[in-house]
């Protein structure tokens, strides 16, 4: 079977030779994963490869992302057994393209706290994003606070809420302010909030403090736990 061969120049891809097989097809032979399940779950979904990047829509398989360099009808669409959603596709990041670093790290930590927040409102779920985040002083929990406070007050009802904290910090002397920070957001805009991290010492430090404040102090180690957590919360309040 033929592979594809490409080259990247002056910041842009080439195809140099098209591969034998389609890797967008119709039906496979053997399915370790489902989108449609997935979509359903509203998991977020996206299938990136050298030439493009597609994310996964309750419509279906759109085009999100397009290489420099890349002819859309000539090197994505034909090589397609199906019909992508094509709306208004953007480049992907042309550090990828590039023989300097990338400095993912700075991007990472420089996401404004504005940007930290989501709220789909065919959920009624609020994502907030602490990924990273470091609180150092009380000004930080205060910030935090107006933050939740300017997103979700105009909306007039009570949210369910999942909490990122993967490599989440805070100083010791801000933990208190904290808790007590999210015990007035949750009593007043939460209808249910789970919260996730892998750091099994940030979910025993974290716990403790929210069990003081009488919250559920209970932490997940990942996102679908989370999720699925949140899910009977859903259900317990609709019955």
């Known amino acids: 079977m033929r592979v594809t061969y490409v080259a990247i120049e002056e910041g842009k891809l080439r195809i140099l030779e098209e591969g034998g ?6 039906e496979v ?17 996206l299938y990136v490869t050298e030439r493009c990047v597609f994310a996964l829509t309750g419509e279906g398989l759109e085009l999100i992302e397009v290489a420099p360099g890349v002819d859309v009808e000539r090197d994505i669409l034909a090589r397609m057994r199906f019909a992508p959603i094509v709306r208004d596709p953007r480049p992907m990041d042309a550090r ?3 023989a300097a670093p990338m400095r993912l790290r700075d991007d990472l ?4 706290l504005e940007q930290r927040l989501t709220y789909d409102p065919q959920q009624n779920v609020v994502f907030i994003n602490f990924e990273r985040l470091s609180v150092r002083s009380l000004a930080d ?17 009570k949210v369910y809420a999942i909490v990122n904290y993967e490599n989440f910090t805070i100083v010791p002397e801000a933990i208190d302010a904290y808790t007590e920070m ?3 957001l949750v009593d007043r805009f939460y209808s249910g909030v789970t919260r996730y991290t892998t750091s099994n010492f940030l979910r025993v430090k974290l716990g403790d403090a929210l069990r003081d404040r009488q919250l559920a102090p209970h932490i997940y180690e990942s996102a679908d736990e989370a999720r699925a957590h949140l899910r009977e919360i859903e259900q317990q309040v609709s019955t």
């Open 21 to 26: 097989a389609a890797k967008f097809v119709h």
């Open 29 to 45: 032979e053997h399915r370790t994963f489902s989108g449609r399940y997935a979509a359903a779950r509203g998991q977020p979904v």
């Open 109 to 112: 930590l420089s996401v404004p």
């Open 141 to 157: 929990v205060d910030r935090i606070r107006q933050l939740v406070e300017s997103r979700l007050a105009p909306l007039g009802r």
């Open 182 to 184: 999210v015990r007035g």
């Open 96 to 98: 990828i393209f590039r």
